[in-house]
Nanobody
Framework: QVQVVESGGGLVQPGGSLRLSCAAS????????MAWYRQVPGKERESVAAITKDGDLNYLDSVKGRFTISRDAAKSTVYLQMNSLKSEDTAVYHC??????????????????WGQGTQVTVSS
């Protein structure tokens, strides 16, 4: 079982910056991928940025050049540095951790766990 805890959200003016953190803890064989999603009421959750265990990166087109995802593998933590924030970046940001763990039979299987979310509000 993996626990996922996000932090770093808040209120910031347009053009400002925030850094989100997501820490995974608990028992697992390996972490395969960590990603940030965001959701606005009435809209579907969208993938913002992701990083795999091999370091492959993926970004939502609208955040490219402004957001940077990075990780500290030793701490099982991923960060999202958000610069040049816009009002349309306002959302609840959720961290998703995809990991491999043993099931009750001792076989490896892939699972994922969501964090509770952290609010990011960009407003003057």
């Amino acid at each position: 079982q993996v626990q996922v805890v996000e932090s770093g959200g808040g209120l910031v003016q347009p053009g400002g910056s925030l850094r989100l953190s997501c820490a995974a803890s608990g028992s697992f064989f390996s972490i395969n991928r960590m990603a940030w999603y965001r959701q606005v009421p009435g809209k579907e959750r969208e993938s913002v940025a992701a990083i795999t265990k091999d370091g492959d990166l993926n970004y939502l087109d609208s955040v490219k050049g402004r957001f940077t995802i990075s990780r500290d593998a030793a701490k099982s933590t991923v960060y999202l540095q958000m610069n040049s924030l816009k009002s349309e970046d306002t959302a609840v940001y959720h961290c998703n951790v995809e990991y491999t763990d043993y099931d009750v039979r001792g076989d490896l299987m892939t699972k994922d766990q969501w964090g509770q979310g952290t609010q990011v509000t960009v407003s003057s």
